[in-house]
C-alpha cells in the first residue's frame, strides 16, 4: 500500500497590513475587545491585482521550490476556496496555466474552513487510487471580499491569503506522511455560518453571516472529537504529537484544545494573532510560519485540524517530510 509524503509547502500573504486600531471607525470596536475575544491584532488584506489565484500561484511556486520538484510533474491541482476570482472556472485551473503544469485534473473544493483538510483527503485518496504520483494542494482566500465591512461581529475576524502543500506517493517509508485522517459535515448547522447570497439564490456574492457563540461551541467540541479520532486511527498518543496546527479562528478555541485534549500550549502553533482567520489557507500559512521559525522539523508528527461553515470539519495526522 503506498503512502503519501508532504514534501513542500508555500504561503503567501498580501503585502496590506491592517492592525485592529487600523481597522473603519464606524464599526465601533476597538483593539481591546477583538484581542480579548479572539486574539487577533492584524490581519493581511489583498489590495488592487491581488487576487485569491495569484496569492495561490505565489504559495504554490514556493511549495514547488521547497519540495524541488518541476512543475511538470504535478499530476493534479485542487484549490480549496469559498472565493474564487469567478463562479467558474476553477481557481484551480488559473493555478495550472500559470504555472505550466500541463494537462490533468484541476479543480476547486468548497468547504469553507475545514476546506484544506478536505482538499488534503480528497488529495491523497486520488494519488492512492490512481496513477498519479504527485498533487498541488493550495488553500486561498480574498475573505475580506465576502465581509459586510458594517458588521462588527464577522469583519474584524477575517483576513486574506493563501498556502500550499505538495503531497507526493511512495512505495516505501510507509511511517511517514499522511498517518490518518478523517472529514464530515451536518448539514443541519448549515445557518449558523452561511452568506447571504450566491448564484441561484440571488445572483449576489452574498457576506458572511454567523452565529459566533453558536460556532464556538461546536468548534470546542467537534475539532476535539476528530483529532482523538484520527490519533486513534494512525494508533498513537496526544503526547506523541510535536505540534497541533488547528484552524486558526480565535485564540480562545485554541486555548480550550490545549485544556481538553491536554495539549500543551507550546505545541500548539498559533498565528491568529497575526494572519486572523484566512478560512481554508489557514492551516498551511499557519504550518509554513511555523517551519519558517523553525518549530515544525522534518520528521514531526503534526495534527492538522479545521472547522467552518457547513458545518464541515475534519483532522489529519501527518509525519511531515521525508527520510533525509
Ligand atoms: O472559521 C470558522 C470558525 N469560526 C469560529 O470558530 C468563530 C467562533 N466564534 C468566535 O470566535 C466568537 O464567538 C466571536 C469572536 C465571533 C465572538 O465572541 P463572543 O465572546 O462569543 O462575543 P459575543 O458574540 O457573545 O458578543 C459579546 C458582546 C456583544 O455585546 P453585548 O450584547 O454583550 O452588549 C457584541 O455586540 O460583544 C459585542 N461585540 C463586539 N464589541 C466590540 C461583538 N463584536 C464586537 C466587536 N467589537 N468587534
Known amino acids: 500500500m503506498s503512502n503519501i509524503l508532504i514534501t513542500g509547502v508555500g504561503s503567501y500573504l498580501p503585502k496590506k497590513v491592517i492592525s485592529n486600531n487600523e481597522l473603519p471607525v464606524n464599526l465601533d470596536t476597538n483593539d481591546e475587545w477583538i484581542k480579548k475575544r479572539t486574539g487577533i491584532r492584524q490581519r493581511h488584506l489583498v489590495t488592487e491585482g491581488e487576487l485569491t489565484s495569484t496569492m495561490a500561484i505565489a504559495a504554490a511556486k514556493k511549495a514547488l521550490q521547497n519540495a524541488n520538484i518541476d512543475n511538470k510533474d504535478i499530476d493534479l491541482i485542487i484549490v480549496a476556496t469559498t472565493t474564487p476570482d469567478k463562479t467558474f472556472p476553477a481557481t484551480a485551473v488559473m493555478v495550472q496555466s500559470e504555472l505550466n503544469i500541463g494537462i490533468g485534473p484541476a479543480f476547486d473544493i468548497q468547504a469553507v474552513c475545514a ?3 478536505y482538499a488534503l483527503n480528497v488529495g491523497s485518496s486520488l494519488l492512492k487510487t490512481s496513477n498519479f504520483s504527485k498533487a ?12 459586510d465591512w458594517s458588521d462588527r461581529s464577522t469583519s474584524v475576524l477575517f483576513g486574506d491569503g493563501a498556502g500550499a502543500f505538495i503531497l507526493e506517493k511512495s512505495n516505501e517509508n510507509s511511517e511517514w506522511g499522511i498517518l490518518s485522517s478523517n472529514f464530515y459535515s451536518n ?9 447571504d447570497g450566491g448564484p ?6 452574498g457576506k458572511v453571516r454567523m452565529n459566533g457563540k453558536e460556532v ?8 476535539s472529537s476528530c483529532l482523538i479520532e484520527a490519533m486513534y486511527s494512525a494508533n498513537l498518543k496526544i503526547q506523541d504529537i510535536d505540534f497541533l496546527v488547528p484552524h486558526q ?19 500548539i502553533i498559533n498565528t491568529v494573532d497575526v494572519h486572523a482567520n484566512t478560512s481554508a489557507a489557514s492551516i498551511p500559512l499557519a504550518f509554513d510560519n511555523a517551519l519558517e ?32
Open 115 to 117: 476546506g484544506f483538510i
Open 136 to 147: 498541488l494542494i493550495i488553500g486561498s482566500e480574498s475573505f475580506s471580499k465576502i465581509l
Open 187 to 195: 448539514g443541519n448547522f448549515s445557518d449558523i455560518l452561511h452568506t
Open 200 to 205: 441561484s439564490l440571488n445572483s449576489q456574492v
Open 216 to 223: 464556538f461551541k461546536h468548534a470546542v467540541e467537534k475539532l
Open 249 to 267: 479562528a480565535n485564540l480562545r478555541i485554541i486555548e480550550a484544545l490545549s485544556k481538553k485534549l491536554d495539549i500543551p500550549i507550546n505545541k
Open 293 to 324: 521559525n523553525r518549530k515544525i522539523k522534518n520528521g514531526d508528527i503534526i495534527a492538522l485540524n479545521a472547522i467552518g461553515g457547513g458545518l464541515s470539519w475534519g483532522a489529519s495526522i501527518i509525519k511531515y517530510g521525508k527520510p533525509d
